[in-house]
C-alpha cells in the first residue's frame, strides 16, 4: 500500500495547501494523491520502452541499456530518439495548432466574417509586416502614407501562412533569426519549412523500420521543434497582440484570496485567448451583472488559470486564481461556480471533481471533449452565445450553491505586461526605446547575464518550490529572469513580480530594478509567448557587444518542474537556438547512452545549446550561473566594470 500524501511537503502554496486539506477531509482525490499512489514507471522515465509496432512493446533495461535491442533490433540510441522526437512533434503540434487557429481567426476578423473580435493594436500589425519585408506604407502622388490596414493584414495573413502550409523554403520569421544563427542552421540543414511538413516528416520517419540512426533523427526533431518556437508559437503571440493588444505592464492579482464568496466565480482555464476575450465581455455585460444580482450574488467575478490566465493577466489585469497544480485544489474551495476551457494541459479528473462540488464544468472547443464535462461550442462568429451561457449556469449554481465554501485567503499583487514591445520601450522611453541599455548593463556587469525560467508544475516534485529557489539564487546573483507559463505563476504568488522585490537581488540588479522601477523577475505571458524570450535574444544580438550568435549571449533557459510535451518542444527550440537549457524534476533519457550525450554535449558543437538537467534547485541555478560566466568570459566581459558617468559623448552615441 503507498504511504498517505504528506500534504505539507506536496506545496509550498499555502492555498493549495488549504484546499489538500480540506480534499482529504472531503475524500476526494487529486493528481498529488494520485502521484503519490503511483509511482512513475521506471523504464519509461527513462524512456527505454518502445511501443511503436505490435512486435513489442520492448523494454530494455535502463541499468544495461546496450544488453538488448528491441524485436525489430531498434537499439536503446534509436528508440530514445524516436520518443523524444514523438514529444517534440506533440508540443510543437499543440502550438501550431493554437497559432494556426488565432490564423483562421484573424483572417475572418480582416474578411469582416467575425465582428466580435477586431484589429486592435494597428502599430503591431506594421511591426510584424516590416519585420518581414510586407510594406506599411505606399507612396502615392510623390508622398508617402500608410497602407491601407486590411490590404496589409490580408498581406500578412497570407504570408504567414506559410509557417504551417510551405513545402519548400523558409517560414516569415527566418527573417528575425540573427544572421550568423541562421547560416548555422542552413549548413546543418535545419531550417523548418512549414510545421505540416515537419511534423509530418518527424511522425514518418519514427514510424518502425524507417530512421534508424539516433543523429539524423535529432536533425528532424531540431528542425520540428524550430518550426513551433520561431514558427507556430509565434505565429499565435503576434496575431493574439494584434487582435487583442500588445502587453505593457499592469498591475494583476494572484492566488486564490482573488475568488470572493459572495459573487459568482467563473475561472477559464486553457491557452487560447478568444474563449477568455469574450468572457470578459460577458461577465462585464450589465444584463449578465444584473442576472447575478437578482441571484443574490454582489456581482461577477472572473479569474484565470494556467496559460488563458497568463494571456489576460498580462494584457487585462485580470486576476490570476493559480496555476495547472491549483485547478484542482480550486475546485475543492467549492466557490468556483463554473470553470470552463479550451485546450491544453486540462487534467480530465477535473470533470469528476466538479461533479462533486457542483462546479459546472464547461468544455468549449471541438478539439478537446471530456466525459462528464457539458461541451458548450465556443463559436468564434458568435462566441457570446458560448460565454452568455457558462456564465447563465454560474448564476444558477451560485443560487444552488449546497457545499460550504472554503476560500484560501491568501492573494498577492504582481506585474505583469513584458512583451518584447514593452521591455524595449521600458529600457529605453519613447522616443529612443531599444535593448542598449540592457547590454551596456550587461557588458558592465551589473547584470551578470539573463536566464528564461519556464515551464508547468508537476507532483513528483514540490509544487511551486522547484521554480521560486532557482529564480532566487539567479537574482541573488544578478541573473535578470524573465517568465512565462506556470512557472511564472508561482514566483507572483510569492512576491517576486513587484520592484520592491529588488531586496532579494545582488546589488548589481537591484541597481537596475530601483533605477528602472522593474522587479527583478518579469512575466512576459503564456506557453507560447517563449517566443518572445526568443524575439529577445535576437534583439540582444543585433543590439550588438554581446556577440553574432544567440548561443554566443550570456543567457540561459530552465523549466524546473517541467511535465508536459510542450516543454521538450520548447527546451528544443531554445537549445537549437543556441540556449543551454537545464531541466529539473525528471528527464526522457537514459544515462550512459550515445543519444544522451548529444543531447547533453554533442549539440553544442552543432547549435551552441545543449541540454542538462537538475533536479536540485541549487545545483540547478548553479549550473545556469555557471554557463552564464563561461559566456562573459568568452565575450570577454567577465571582470566587473567600473560605474561610468554618462557624459554628452555617451548620449551622443546612443
Ligand atoms: Fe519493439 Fe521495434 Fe516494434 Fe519498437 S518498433 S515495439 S522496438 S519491435
Ligand atoms: S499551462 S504547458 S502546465 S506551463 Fe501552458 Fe502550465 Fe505547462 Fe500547461
Not at 494520485?34 to 523494454?59: E, L, W, Y
Amino acid at each position: 500500500m503507498a504511504k498517505e500524501l504528506d500534504i505539507q511537503e506536496a506545496s509550498i502554496c499555502p492555498s493549495t495547501i488549504q484546499m489538500l486539506v480540506k480534499a482529504k477531509k472531503d475524500g476526494v482525490q487529486t493528481c498529488y494523491d494520485r502521484a503519490n499512489d503511483m509511482a512513475a514507471c521506471p523504464i519509461g522515465d527513462k524512456s527505454a520502452c518502445c511501443k511503436n509496432c505490435s512486435m513489442g512493446p520492448c523494454r530494455l533495461s535502463p541499468k544495461d541499456p546496450y544488453a538488448k535491442t528491441g524485436v525489430c533490433g531498434a537499439t536503446i540510441d534509436t528508440i530514445q530518439a524516436r520518443n523524444f522526437a514523438r514529444m517534440v512533434v506533440s508540443g510543437a503540434a499543440a502550438h501550431t495548432d493554437h497559432g494556426m487557429a488565432m490564423l483562421d481567426l484573424f483572417k475572418e476578423v480582416v474578411h469582416g466574417k467575425i465582428t466580435d473580435y477586431t484589429i486592435k493594436d494597428v502599430a503591431k500589425l506594421k511591426y510584424v509586416c516590416s519585420e518581414i519585408g510586407i510594406a506599411t506604407t505606399v507612396t502615392e502622388d510623390g508622398g508617402v502614407k500608410d497602407r491601407d490596414v486590411k490590404e496589409m493584414a490580408l498581406e500578412l495573413a497570407e504570408e504567414l501562412e506559410k509557417t504551417y502550409t510551405q513545402v519548400e523554403g523558409e517560414i516569415p520569421f527566418m527573417k528575425r533569426v540573427p544572421a550568423k544563427t541562421l547560416e548555422r542552421w542552413r549548413e546543418l540543414g535545419i531550417v523548418p519549412r512549414g510545421s505540416m511538413r515537419e511534423l509530418m516528416e518527424m511522425m514518418h520517419r519514427t514510424h518502425i523500420g524507417v530512421d534508424q540512426e539516433y543523429n539524423n533523427i535529432t536533425k528532424q526533431f531540431q528542425r520540428t521543434a524550430l518550426s513551433d518556437g520561431w514558427g507556430g508559437s509565434m505565429v499565435a503571440t503576434e496575431i493574439s497582440d494584434i487582435l487583442y493588444g500588445t502587453p505593457k505592464a499592469v498591475h494583476g492579482w494572484v492566488d486564490m484570496g482573488c475568488l470572493d464568496a459572495d459573487y459568482v466565480n467563473v475561472i477559464v482555464h486553457g491557452h487560447e485567448p478568444n474563449l477568455f476575450e469574450s468572457m470578459i465581455d460577458a461577465v462585464n455585460d450589465p444584463k449578465n451583472i444584473e442576472k447575478a444580482k437578482a441571484a443574490g450574488a454582489k456581482g461577477i467575478n472572473l479569474g484565470g488559470m494556467c496559460c488563458s490566465g497568463a494571456e489576460v493577466l498580462m494584457r487585462h489585469g485580470v486576476p490570476h486564481i493559480g496555476n495547472f497544480l491549483s485547478t484542482e485544489a480550486v475546485i475543492v474551495s467549492g466557490a468556483v461556480d463554473a470553470m470552463a476551457v479550451d485546450v491544453q494541459c486540462i487534467k480530465q479528473a477535473l470533470a469528476p471533481l466538479s461533479e462533486c462540488y457542483g462546479t459546472k464544468f464547461v468544455t468549449t472547443n471541438p478539439r478537446a471533449h471530456i466525459e462528464g464535462a457539458i461541451h458548450v461550442e465556443l463559436k468564434e462568429d458568435e462566441p457570446r452565445k458560448c460565454v452568455d451561457k457558462v456564465v447563465e449556469m454560474a448564476i444558477e449554481r451560485y443560487k444552488n450553491r449546497n457545499k460550504p465554501v472554503e476560500i484560501p485567503q491568501y492573494k498577492q499583487m504582481s506585474i505583469a505586461g513584458f512583451s518584447h514591445e514593452y521591455i524595449n520601450y521600458m529600457l529605453g522611453g519613447k522616443f529612443r526605446s531599444s535593448y542598449k541599455p540592457l547590454n551596456e548593463n550587461i557588458i558592465n556587469g551589473r547584470i551578470r547575464g539573463v536566464a528564461g525560467v519556464v515551464g508547468c508544475t508537476n507532483p513528483r516534485v514540490k509544487h511551486d518550490w522547484v521554480h521560486v529557489e532557482v529564480v532566487k539564487e539567479l537574482i541573488k546573483n544578478n541573473v535578470l529572469v524573465v517568465q512565462t507559463g506556470c512557472s511564472a505563476i508561482s514566483l507572483a504568488k510569492v512576491g517576486l513580480m513587484v520592484p520592491e522585490a529588488a531586496k532579494y537581488c545582488g546589488d548589481g540588479l537591484a541597481e537596475i530594478c530601483e533605477t528602472v522601477g522593474i522587479p527583478p523577475v518579469l512575466n512576459v505571458g503564456s506557453c507560447v509567448d517563449n517566443s518572445r524570450i526568443l524575439i529577445a535574444c535576437a534583439e540582444m544580438v543585433k543590439t550588438g557587444g554581446l556577440g553574432e550568435r544567440i548561443s554566443d549571449l550570456p543567457v540561459a533557459g530552465s523549466a524546473p518542474e517541467w511535465m508536459s510535451e510542450k516543454a521538450i518542444s520548447i527546451g528544443q527550440y531554445f537549445v537549437s537556438s543556441g540556449v543551454y537549457t537545464v531541466f529539473g524534476a525528471t528527464f526522457p533519457v537514459t544515462d550512459n547512452t550515445k543519444f544522451k550525450d548529444l543531447l547533453f554535449k554533442g549539440l553544442a558543437d552543432q547549435v551552441g545549446g545543449s541540454w542538462d538537467f537538475a533536479k536540485d534547485p541549487y545545483e540547478h541555478a548553479q549550473l545556469m550561473i555557471d554557463h552564464i560566466d563561461r559566456k562573459r568570459e568568452a565575450l570577454g566581459i567577465q571582470e566587473k566594470q567600473e560605474r561610468k558617468l554618462f557624459g554628452m559623448e555617451d548620449r551622443r552615441a546612443l
